[in-house]
């Protein structure tokens, strides 16, 4: 799972049939002190509707098509959760 | 997902024939304001998209998750057609003007 945080949206009306989640996130990665981490990924955002500005988690991969449930979309990236606080564990 | 600039096609007379039909577009990914990575991909298309399109692209085994693509070997495949992206509060692009005021690229 990875941190993001959410910057805009994108708005794709020919799509794959499939790709039912209307809901597209542009999410910057960062690390868990905000430092941005590679560039920009497109999420579906089907639980959390964040807004912009807001650090979420957000599963890659086949992860994501999990998250998404049954029938499965063809998307690769999906928002999970949204974050309300980062915790250093005590050493 | 990623955003990618539609830049050419790629033909292939020899190929697995499960791929029969298929369109590769040769696809370069941007940024949210347009600007190319310089990364290029092989990207399988059934919607349509040309030269110049911007697109949302899967990659990995979500390639597969639709009823054209299920059975073939792709790994990176266009699941929309980009109408509009909003970043940082303003509209970055959108499919009449392009990136940018001009259509030509991203503003400075």
């Given at each position: 799972?990875?941190?993001?945080?959410?910057?805009?949206?994108?708005?794709?009306?020919?799509?794959?049939?499939?790709?039912?989640?209307?809901?597209?996130?542009?999410?910057?990665?960062?690390?868990?002190?905000?430092?941005?981490?590679?560039?920009?990924?497109?999420?579906?955002?089907?639980?959390?509707?964040?807004?912009?500005?807001?650090?979420?988690?957000?599963?890659?991969?086949?992860?994501?098509?999990?998250?998404?449930?049954?029938?499965?979309?063809?998307?690769?990236?999906?928002?999970?959760?949204?974050?309300?606080?980062?915790?250093?564990?005590?050493? | 997902?990623?955003?990618?600039?539609?830049?050419?096609?790629?033909?292939?007379?020899?190929?697995?024939?499960?791929?029969?039909?298929?369109?590769?577009?040769l696809?370069?990914?941007?940024?949210?304001?347009?600007?190319?990575?310089?990364?290029?991909a092989?990207?399988?298309?059934?919607?349509g998209?040309?030269?110049?399109?911007?697109?949302?692209?899967?990659?990995?085994?979500?390639?597969?998750?639709?009823?054209?693509?299920?059975?073939?070997?792709?790994?990176?495949?266009?699941?929309?057609?980009?109408?509009?992206?909003?970043?940082?509060?303003?509209?970055?692009?959108?499919?009449?003007?392009?990136?940018?005021?001009?259509?030509?690229?991203?503003?400075?």
């Amino acid at each position: 799972m990875n941190l993001g945080v959410v910057h805009g949206v994108v708005v794709a009306d020919t799509r794959a049939a499939e790709l039912t989640e209307p809901r597209l996130v542009l999410i910057q990665p960062v690390d868990e002190v905000g430092a941005e981490q590679g560039g920009a990924v497109v999420a579906l955002d089907p639980i959390v509707s964040a807004a912009e500005g807001s650090l979420v988690w957000f599963v890659n991969g086949s992860d994501a098509t999990d998250a998404l449930g049954e029938p499965f979309q063809p998307a690769d990236a999906a928002v999970v959760g949204l974050v309300s606080s980062i915790r250093e564990a005590l050493a | 997902m990623i955003i990618g600039r539609v830049i050419g096609r790629a033909v292939s007379t020899r190929k697995d024939e499960k791929l029969l039909g298929t369109k590769l577009l040769l696809v370069e990914e941007v940024d949210p304001r347009g600007a190319g990575s310089g990364d290029m991909a092989v990207v399988a298309d059934h919607l349509g998209a040309g030269p110049g399109d911007v697109v949302l692209v899967a990659q990995g085994s979500a390639a597969r998750f639709t009823a054209q693509t299920k059975e073939q070997p792709v790994d990176a495949l266009v699941v929309g057609i980009v109408d509009m992206i909003r970043f940082d509060g303003r509209s970055t692009f959108t499919s009449a003007d392009g990136f940018g005021s001009n259509g030509k690229g991203p503003q400075p």
